[in-house]
């Protein structure tokens, strides 16, 4: 039974750190869904978040071979615990009645606004769960001139953290 | 003490207790020689090919327990020693390989022999590094031995580029006694709480087999594990990289599972009740088909490697850490057991393992007047009273010289059993020879390997590093062949060599003796003959049977119970 599962990491900031984890999934024919990675506060880490699909078996070996990369100080699998995530998505429309109604009837719960107006094009920046934002661009649908999504982020909830 | 970066890595070399490197010169590593040239401490050793390099430092560190040093330059010299380096990765070899990289200013300039060398090897090392600044190369230097020694032992590639070697830019020097590093912490002992449940599982079983693994070899835990085997009288079965851990001429030992194991260590296997697997990574090699490896068995699982655990078969108890502290405590738990463990209650199993081993699985016809690569083998083991370094290289004479020359001591087999890298077998019968210059070794090869890494003959008449070279020549790929003949209606496609060399006269051309031998009665006299010739590196070329096969045989994707057995063995098939 195949599930999605968050992975985040903390990396040496390293040159080629990157390219040790990327290469790890596509080596042993692991699933990335998404993947995002940019420096700590501390500057010597990265924080790397994976989102991947396997089943429970190929999870455990993912995080296992994860670990044992020697440029990975810490892991933390977010769909273990109660955890927060979302992804920005920044999206282009042009400019219409129809599509400022189609965004403003998402509610204001739906933390989609309207970032910028160039030219007749509105630019969407919008962040949530990605099975939110799924839904959120099929309803746009082909209105959509285009789009960028950040990939996911995610924190666990409570005292659970992912710090040296 | 003010040192140039050249100067820094021999130093480092130095400090670090190395003997030998194996290495090549070239453009970015210039400097580095020339460190070289004004010191004595470290040895150089230049091969005829970077693969020898790597493959020799990888024979040098099997043998010894210590690790394998290789110095090669940019580009080619770097892409060069990849397959010696993916060779120790599969087997998880202690390396340290230095690459030249051109100067920082170049890089990635498509500049001379420039090859992105950390890309290329990043899948096959333990870890690599590009060092940036002539003042980190000693604490890199420091990590990569570290790294490359501790853990699961892996190669390690320490790229520097040119530029940071120059011997005009003189930095202070100090090599630091001890590294620690905060993403890598390898186990060491295991969980006492799991040994005390393993220990449980060992007092219930009925059919317990003790699968040991080359991770006994490497962790320095055969003592241990002899130790353990003889206090439960449980049967010993070992992998092909595990050979030598525990004695191959034991009576506990059932022989080599596998592929080509024996019918009964793979039997007992099937249908064993518990299995623990010991520094062991159920290779698929080792397990045939997964979904019916072991079915009635509860598994134990010692490893170093986390990620070795439940990577391809689901274990009931696992004990991360190193082998010899696990097999302490695991002999300390048993030692209270005593009273209550009866020795005797596995009888039943072993009369049933004895039936099995009545099969006489790996007989082979003795009447004909060819020469048998087995019977070659056999009397190899003879004359160098089993006491021989033996290397090999990769196919059917690798699987005869496992099946037929029983180890009794680990370190004495070296062979690339995980990456199986043709090849590997001459290189590294020369690195053997510089860890034990006094030592018989041999290399077993055929004809088609030993034309693989052939010229470092060259290299070994230089250094005067005698080696026997054993080549089984049928004048076919015999493993590949004995595939075709099996699974593709003996359309021998490829697998026979045409146009081979008259191996006497090339072994005769590289300063070395030759032989040929042709006749059945002619083999143990060439041996004889051989091995009287302690300084000498001799070529045998035993023109052997075209086409013997190795049995017993797994098929591919078949299970531990369902072997062909070979014409010459006692097996019926109404037994199983």
């Known amino acids: 039974m195949s599930r999605q599962h968050i992975i985040s990491m903390l990396l040496e900031n390293e040159s080629g750190a990157l390219s040790r984890v990327s290469g790890l999934f596509s080596a042993r024919a692991y699933n990335i869904e998404s993947l995002t990675v940019a420096a700590t506060i501390d500057p010597s880490l990265s924080r790397l978040t994976v989102v991947t699909v396997g089943s429970d078996k190929v999870i455990e070996q993912i995080k296992k071979q994860l670990n044992k990369l020697i440029d990975v100080v810490k892991l933390i699998d977010l769909s273990e615990s109660f955890s927060l995530e979302r992804e920005l998505v920044l999206l282009k429309v042009k400019k219409s009645d129809a599509t400022e109604q189609k965004i403003s009837d998402l509610g204001a719960d739906s933390m989609a606004r309207i970032t910028d107006e160039t030219d007749g094009f509105l630019i969407i920046e919008v962040s949530g769960e990605k099975a939110w934002l799924d839904d959120f661009l099929l309803t746009l649908g082909d209105d959509i001139v285009e789009v960028v999504r950040s990939g996911v982020i995610g924190l666990s909830r409570g005292e659970r953290t992912l710090t040296l | ?576």
């Open chain 2, 1 to 576: 003490m003010e040192l140039s970066g050249g100067e820094i890595v021999i130093q480092s070399l130095k400090d670090e207790g190395v003997e030998y490197v194996f290495g090549y010169p070239g453009g970015c590593v210039l400097h580095i020689y020339d460190a070289i040239f004004r010191q004595k401490d470290v040895k150089h050793v230049l091969v005829r090919h970077e693969q020898g390099a790597t493959h020799a430092a990888d024979g040098y560190a099997r043998a010894s327990g210590k690790p394998g040093v290789v110095l090669v330059t940019s580009g080619p010299g770097a892409t060069n020693a990849v397959t010696g380096i993916a060779t120790a990765f599969m087997d998880s070899i202690p390396m340290v390989v230095i690459t030249g990289q051109v100067p920082k200013a170049v890089i990635g300039s498509d500049a001379f022999q420039e090859v992105d060398t950390i890309g290329i090897t990043r899948p096959c090392v333990k870890h690599n590094f590009l060092v940036k600044n002539v003042g980190d190369i000693a604490e890199t230097m420091k990590k990569a031995f570290f790294l490359a020694t501790s853990g699961r032992p892996g190669p390690v590639i320490v790229d520097i580029p040119k530029d940071i070697t120059d011997p005009s830019i003189k930095v202070p020097y100090e090599y630091p006694a001890e590294i620690s590093m905060r993403s890598y912490t390898p186990p060491v002992s295991g969980d006492i709480g799991q040994i005390i449940e393993a220990v449980k599982l060992i007092k219930e079983a009925k059919r317990p087999v003790i699968y040991s693994g080359g991770g006994v070899v490497l962790g320095e835990g055969s003592a241990e594990l002899r130790e353990l085997c003889r206090a439960l009288n449980f049967p010993v079965t070992q992998t092909l990289m595990g050979l030598g851990a525990f004695p191959g001429t034991d009576p506990q030992f059932i022989g080599m599972l596998g592929m080509h194991g024996t019918y009964e260590a793979n039997m007992a296997m099937h249908n064993s009740d518990l299995i623990i697997a010991i520094g062991a990574r159920f290779d698929d090699r080792v397990t045939g088909k997964v979904d019916e490896f072991c079915p009635h068995a509860k598994i134990i699982h010692i490893d170093v490697d986390p990620a070795s655990i439940a990577k391809i078969i689901e274990v009931d108890v696992a004990i991360v850490g190193q082998v010899k502290p696990i097999l302490l405590d695991m002999l300390a738990q048993i030692k209270h057991l005593d009273e209550t463990f009866d020795r005797a209650r596995i009888a039943d199993w072993w009369l049933q393992i004895d039936q099995w081993r009545a099969t006489d699985c790996m007989a082979y016809d003795t009447t004909t007047g060819t020469i048998k690569p087995q019977y070659v083998i056999e009397q190899l083991y003879k004359v160098t009273g089993g006491e021989a370094y033996l290397t090999s290289d990769v196919g059917q004479h690798q699987m005869f010289a496992a099946q037929f020359y029983p180890f009794d001591e680990p370190r004495r087999w070296i062979n690339s059993g995980g990456l199986g890298t043709m090849g590997f077998g001459l290189p590294a019968a020369m690195g053997v020879k510089f860890a034990h210059p006094d030592a018989d070794v041999a290399c077993v090869t055929g004809e088609g390997s030993i034309q693989m890494c052939l010229q470092e003959l060259s290299t070994m008449l230089q250094y005067d590093t005698p080696v026997k070279v054993i080549n089984l020549n049928n004048g076919y790929l015999g493993m590949v062949r004995q595939w075709q003949e099996f699974s593709y209606d003996s359309r021998y496609s490829h697998s026979y060599l045409e146009a081979l060399p008259d191996f006497k006269k090339l072994a005769e051309a590289y300063g070395h003796v030759g032989m040929t031998i042709k006749k059945k009665e002619d083999v143990e006299p060439a041996l004889r003959e051989a091995f009287a010739m302690k300084n000498r590196t001799v070529f045998l070329d035993f023109l052997t049977d075209t086409k013997e096969n190795v049995y017993p045989m797994i098929a591919s994707g078949k299970a531990h119970n369902d072997m062909m057995m070979g014409p010459s063995s006692k097996y019926k098939r109404n037994e199983s």
